[in-house]
């Protein structure tokens, strides 16, 4: 149990500083300058941490939950297959959505595909490499 707390804290952290990485560099500001006009002015910080950190917890359960179903024998595969399946339900799903009810650029949504995958693939190593389901 606190192999759970320690490795979903540490991916809700991961979150954070993979989104702020993802979100806030120059190529990010200019692709996604299209959502300019709907974006907040000022961030609520504090809520982006607990944001972050409850989806860190929810990965985290939902790989141990998964993790006799997921493809594999080691867990650097099972975390690459829980990786691809979150990338499937989070981003391609997000990213299909806005490509058919918004005039968003290709050249963003490919970009948030791409970044998304690397995101995923991170936390599913993280959790294939240091989480197993208690017997």
């Known amino acids: 149990m606190s192999g759970y707390i320690i490795v979903s804290i540490v991916s809700g952290i991961l979150f954070g500083i993979m989104d702020g ?5 120059p ?7 299209i959502y300019k006009p709907i974006a907040k002015e000022t961030l609520n910080p504090l809520a982006g941490i607990v944001i972050d950190l409850v ?23 099972k975390g690459a ?8 339900f989070r981003v391609i799903m997000h990213t ?25 693939l991170i936390l599913g190593v993280l959790y294939g490499l240091t989480l197993k389901p208690a017997i």
């Open 27 to 33: 190529l990010a500001k200019r692709l996604y300058e």
């Open 96 to 120: 299909a959505s806005q490509w058919v009810m918004f005039k968003v650029p290709n050249k963003t949504l490919f970009y948030s595909l791409v970044t998304g995958l690397g995101e995923m």
């Open 55 to 77: 989806f860190g917890f929810v990965m985290a359960g939902v790989y141990l939950v998964l993790y006799d179903s997921l493809p594999g024998e080691v867990g650097l595969i």
């Open 81 to 88: 297959s829980f990786a691809i399946l979150a990338w499937f």
């Open 21 to 25: 990485l993802i979100n806030a560099n």
